[in-house]
């Protein structure tokens, strides 16, 4: 931008053209401004989401373990199970995130 403001101040463009590229050199920094905002956007639900996260994993962590199946918490928390081979299950969590659980045959 300074360039542009020095080669106007000596002659060496025409007011259109210094106007021209002032326009597109104001249409880039908006553009770059709203892609800064949605990085930021991304940032902070990618932050809340691993907050929410944690927060899951330590609620968990403080339930009293049990040998039964509950069907109704699987289902609020577990979105799809895909067999990859005869000893990993990859759990895909409805918060987005995919937990591999590797089976132990004794």
Known sequence: MLDLV???????????EYNRRG???ETRINELS???????QRSNIA?????????????????DITTEFDG????SIVD???VRNNYTL?????IGLTESVIIVRH
């Open 72 to 75: 109704e918490i699987f289902k």
């Open 90 to 94: 990859d759990f895909h969590l409805k």
């Open 34 to 40: 709203h892609k800064r905002d949605e990085l930021e």
């Open 23 to 25: 326009s597109e050199i």
């Open 6 to 16: 020095r080669s106007k101040r000596i002659g060496n463009i025409t007011e259109e």
């Open 47 to 63: 932050k809340l989401t691993k907050k929410r996260v944690g927060d899951i994993i330590d609620l968990i962590n403080k339930i």
């Open 80 to 82: 799809t199970v895909v």
